[in-house]
T-cell receptor
Framework: SQQGEEDPQALSIQEGENATMNCSYK?????LQWYRQNSGRGLVHLIL?????REKHSGRLRVTLDTSKKSSSLLITASRAADTASYFC???????????????FGKGTHLIIQP | NAGVMQNPRHLVRRRGQEARLRCSPM?????VYWYRQLPEEGLKFMVY????????ESGMPKERFSAEFPKEGPSILRIQQVVRGDSAAYFC????????????FGNGTRLTVT
């Protein structure tokens, strides 16, 4: 079963607005990562937040993590047309045998920024 | 400073043929992961390798699929006797320290089985 589930599945907003995507997961984690995927390309790592962190910033990105609710959110401020992409959360489960089974990805949120 | 290189980008095979997908990790990376992505889906973990060793193949089908990462050369994902259900995008990722660190992805190989 999916470890991470993003919500919403799709989001369409106007350029300049803020975009918020959520991710819920099931098991205890070491860290949670967000990735972006442009159509036809590989995933690009955006930000990693560890289980003992609550918030992290990187440029126009803000990620929060609530381990009690097993959820995370990704906020993109002042969105641009170039932010149009799919966004995935990925979890590094705590009891995964040293990370040997890799990150577990959700199905993603497809974000469309209307110019 | 090349990233993760995958080839071919597109591969078309008839049912029953073999598919070979190659992945060269980033320079200095010794951990390689293979993932499969179906349309509108997330990535499904298949196998994790280090040089000359398969560390975890729990996500890989037991039959027809195999992977290797030899001492020299790229990692290879091999699918024998392909079926239509194997059609997907296959992504390779590499990292320096395994699952605790960010993964660097290639642009994938899109396999179509006709």
């Amino acid at each position: 079963s999916q470890q991470g589930e993003e919500d919403p599945q799709a989001l369409s907003i106007q350029e300049g607005e803020n975009a918020t995507m959520n991710c819920s997961y099931k098991t205890s984690i070491n860290n949670l990562q967000w990735y972006r995927q442009n159509s036809g390309r590989g995933l690009v790592h955006l930000i990693l937040i560890r289980s003992n962190e609550r918030e992290k910033h990187s440029g126009r990105l803000r990620v929060t993590l609530d381990t009690s609710k097993k959820s995370s959110s990704l906020l993109i401020t002042a969105s641009r047309a170039a932010d149009t992409a799919s966004y995935f959360c990925a979890t590094d489960a705590m009891y995964s045998g040293g990370g040997a089974d890799g990150l577990t990805f959700g199905k993603g949120t497809h974000l469309i920024i209307q110019p | 400073n090349a990233g993760v290189m995958q080839n071919p980008r597109h591969l078309v095979r008839r049912r029953g043929q073999e598919a070979r997908l190659r992945c060269s990790p980033m320079k200095g990376h010794s951990h390689v992961y293979w993932y499969r992505q179906l349309p509108e889906e997330g990535l499904k973990f298949m196998v994790y390798l280090q040089k000359e060793n398969i560390i975890d193949e729990s996500g890989m089908p037991k039959e027809r699929f195999s992977a290797e990462f030899p001492k020299e050369g790229p990692s290879i994902l091999r699918i024998q006797q392909v079926v239509r259900g194997d059609s997907a995008a296959y992504f390779c990722a590499s990292s320096t320290t395994g699952g605790r660190s960010p993964l660097h992805f290639g642009n994938g190989t899109r396999l179509t089985v006709t």
